[in-house]
């Protein structure tokens, strides 16, 4: 086993240990796959990152991305959290102000500005209606009557996400699912807030076989709803997004529409910096 630098970097909250908590290994080429996996599994975060020489030119590093159970092409706030670990470590981009990762998905921008950091939402690889008979599953998970779901889309982007749409953002609060019934399922669920509220959406977001199963505050489900948002003109500019808020966490996504493309950040604090043998 090596000594190697690792970090974990709370995400998306404008106060610390009220985000979405990622591990990250460094200098992780020599890796296995398996020992990337068992390690993720041991940390028992949501994600798990590892950074990588790139493989193009046009990166400034790869990663790598697990949760306890499977490896995803693209995770939201484990890729704001990688470019953090990264800069903090000493990393200096290619283009000022602007981190590229590499991973599954392909290259992935990431800007930084003051005290938050964004990223470029890759494009969704499924969007459209989610099957009648799957919507009568959901409904009876998330504990609802069929009638409540507004409308709901698949948002595929990394993880397999299904967005739901509630009418409001106290019917997303309410919400009381059954995680033993998730089975493999990724469920988003989002109302909108009265007006003058401080965020205009409430996000909650559901994991099937996982240990985390209510995730605190999810980068990649946001960039799909966005996505979502967008289309269906339920939005014309940009936007902040509460989620976190029943478990105990302070999640603040802010979404932005910038020539064509949609940017999701928020607030990143490197809260553990040392060495991990592995």
Partial sequence: ??????????????????????????????????????????????????????????????????????????????????????????????????????????????????????????????????????????????????????????????????????ASAADVLALRPDPAALGARCIGVIGEHPRGNEVRFEVRAFVGNDPVWEDPITGSLNAGLAHWLRESAMVTDGYVAAQGTVIGHKGRVHVSYDNGRIWVGGNAFVCVDGRVEL
């Fill in 1 to 166: 086993m090596t000594l190697r630098r690792y970090t974990e970097v709370d995400v998306f909250s404008p106060v610390a240990y009220r985000g979405n908590p990622v591990a990250v290994v460094h200098d992780a080429d020599d890796l296995t796959t398996e020992q990337m996996q068992r390690f993720a599994k041991w940390t028992n975060l949501a994600e798990t990152t590892f950074l990588l020489r790139p493989t193009t030119p046009a990166a400034d590093y790869r990663v790598r991305i697990f949760s306890a159970s499977q490896e995803f092409p693209f995770a939201g706030h484990p890729t704001l959290g990688s470019a953090l670990a990264w800069l903090h470590a000493g990393g200096v981009p290619q283009r000022s102000g602007d981190v590229v990762q590499e991973c599954g998905a392909g290259l992935i921008p990431v800007r930084v500005e003051d005290a938050k950091l964004a990223f470029a939402a890759p494009p969704l690889t499924r969007f459209g209606p989610v099957d009648e008979a799957e919507l009568g599953e959901v409904a009876e998970i998330l504990g609802i009557d069929r009638a409540a779901i507004q409308d709901a889309s698949w948002l595929v982007n990394g993880p397999e996400w299904m967005g739901v749409r509630l």
